[in-house]
């Protein structure tokens, strides 16, 4: 389900191309006469993928998993930069963004078709696998070393808030004046849309059929996730993919949604984990902090805006 839609622009002479990247349909709109950074923006899409893949033998992510326990992996400097601060932000939030969340995320096999509730057995196997405290990063060599067999990297957390900051930066030096780039729950809205803000619409978790918010967004990107977007039923309980590193399970959370709103697509990224497990109050709070603007879509069917802290906006319903 795409959970983020574009709401029709004010201009006609949009044109759009969509495709299949990154566990996603992206969707790609520009004035159709910058057509021409289209494939452009797909190639770097595409190798962003390929970078970040914990899967592909060909990718640095799972050669630092391979040689887990033997040898550092030398990085390029954009995915080390991006590793670091991964670790970064799981310091940062007590562990809560983890990185080295691989073992579990590939015992639960979320969204693939050995998707399956793992044994408790299993679980507390390859908890102490996840300890991101005993990674070793090396600015100077550009290395990160994983100290033993089995342990993993996987940025899926981040990987799409990472190719909007990418995306960002070759629209800078196009000399494009706008663009909205839709990877799934994770939108850029470039610029403006002819000198007036995007509409994006955020899909309601309960009704796919309903946008609850239509927002105006004008140069941010605006992530949403939550736990209604993959998850497996067994013996009637739901279990989602936003999981635990502490305790291996699934995260407990008051959140159905949480939609950040902010320049940085990475901090965006990070910050839509972090509050959905943190529950609804704590994020409001750290929102404030932060200086980002989050909605949050409570199980109680209420909706909070940060930018609106006096009362709870009603659910809107197109």
């Known amino acids: 389900m795409v959970i983020i839609l574009i709401l029709p ?30 494939p452009s ?32 992996v030398e990085l390029p400097d954009d995915v080390y930069d991006l590793v670091k601060r991964s670790f970064d ?5 007590e562990g809560i963004f983890n990185p080295m969340i691989g073992p579990l995320t590939a015992l639960w096999g979320m969204g693939t078709e050995e998707a399956r509730v793992p044994e408790e057995e299993e679980i507390e196997a390859v908890l102490p696998l996840l300890d991101f405290r005993r990674a070793v990063l090396s600015d100077d060599e550009r290395t990160v ?34 663009a909205i780039v839709n990877l799934g729950g994770n939108v850029l809205a470039y610029g403006s849309d002819d000198g007036k803000p995007w509409r994006i619409g955020i899909r309601s978790p309960e009704d796919a059929a309903s946008v609850f918010l239509s927002l105006q967004i004008e140069d941010e990107t605006v992530i949403t996730s939550g736990g209604y977007q993959r998850y497996i039923e067994e013996d009637g309980i739901r279990y989602h993919h936003i999981l635990d590193p502490s305790t291996g399970y699934p995260f407990q959370s008051d959140i159905l949604s949480v939609t950040v709103i902010n320049p940085s697509g990475t ?13 609804s109050e704590s994020a409001i709070e750290q929102a404030g902090k932060l200086g980002v603007r989050v909605i949050l879509y409570l199980e109680d069917g209420s909706v909070i805006d940060s930018d609106s802290l006096d009362s709870q906006i009603a659910v809107m319903q197109e």
């Open 267 to 279: 901090l965006g990224d990070i910050l839509s984990t972090y509050f959905f497990a943190i529950g």
């Open 41 to 72: 923006i797909f190639s770097l899409i595409y190798s962003i993928d390929r970078e970040l893949s914990a899967f592909s033998e060909d990718s640095s992510i799972h050669r630092v998993g391979e040689m887990a326990g033997v040898a550092p």
């Open 9 to 38: 622009s004010c201009r006609d002479d949009l044109v759009t191309d969509s495709r299949l990247a990154m566990g996603t349909v992206v969707s790609v709109s520009v004035p159709s006469r910058d057509r021409d950074i289209i």
């Open 89 to 93: 932000a799981a310091w940062e939030t």
């Open 145 to 178: 070393f994983l100290p033993e067999r089995g342990m993993s990297l996987d940025l899926g957390g981040v990987g799409k808030g990472y190719a909007a900051d990418r995306i960002r930066k070759l629209l800078d030096e196009s000399g494009i004046d706008g």
